[in-house]
């Protein structure tokens, strides 16, 4: 492997070298000492303080922003608790928030939604994409903090309104008027515009106005049923997104999709609920290594065994943010498999 001349990319080459590990093999990445004096090792490569790493890089100003090792796509499953929030880093310096995680607790000591930790300690000013899957407060939860701290420039939404709630008509207000930010409400077979050798095809959404006070007690189906699907690719690899869909609307997208659902990263259907994550469906994906987004002691009993035994007996590596923390996978670079498992250095 060529040591390129940014401290980066040599750290990279090290780490290749002392991280090995596939994701056929979690065992090692979770419970090696050597792996993970091999982590630490190169955790401190590579998350020094940013400025150094950045320090005479002739990257422009996209670039300069990313402080990831890896130069390609990187997704963080951000540690936001009992909610979902993904950070993509785009290869064009970009980025992708698919989420926000939920608000402030009503009795937290935290003034800002938990999302915010994240996004500060890696001095994101910018979401140049932001993806509200569905109207659910542990979904949207940290956008209204968002549009408020941060300059958003592109804005994708479902049209079903959560008729039990108003944080979601504050975020939308917030985003027609947020300066320069495009909305738009994409549907199925479309294909996101984020970065060059990037395909984000939306395999599933709402487009059309609803609310779901028209499904009457199963209203928290139907904004689940409604989670923008996005399956992105690059360079070979892929990763499905799939907000909170039930099995229902997994049965369609088999049906619809078949093997091309296949992705090598699942992020794994409303928090590892027994009413996701159906055989077929995770048969049809076929993952390498599926992420649960979820938070300690949450009130749903997510994620249930059931889905965890599945996942265990269809071979599939899992990671889970209530346990590891954020987690971090790059993707579509083979000689950095060794990333997939690494847990970030941003705790939160
Ligand atoms: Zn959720």
Redesign the pocket.
Known sequence: MVCRARLTYCAEALLAGALLFSPQTPALAADSLEALKARDAFASLQFGPAPALLEGSAADAGEARKVSLAPGLNIFFINVFQ??AELIELPNGQNLLIDAGPPVARDSQFTTPIVSNFLKKRGITKIDHLVLTHP?A??YGGMEWGFDNLQVGNFYDTRIDNSDAAGDDTVRAKAKTEPGCAVSYPREGQRLDLAPGVEAQVLHSCPDVSKSSDYGQNAGNALNDCSITLKISYQGASALFTG?IGSEVETRLVKTYGKALQSDVLKVG??GSAYSSSEPFLKAVAPKVAYIEVGKYNDYGHPTPLILERLEKLGIALHRTDKEGTLEYALGRLDFQALAFRPSPYPN
């Open positions: 909610g979902d659910h542990d979904h909170d409303h928090h």
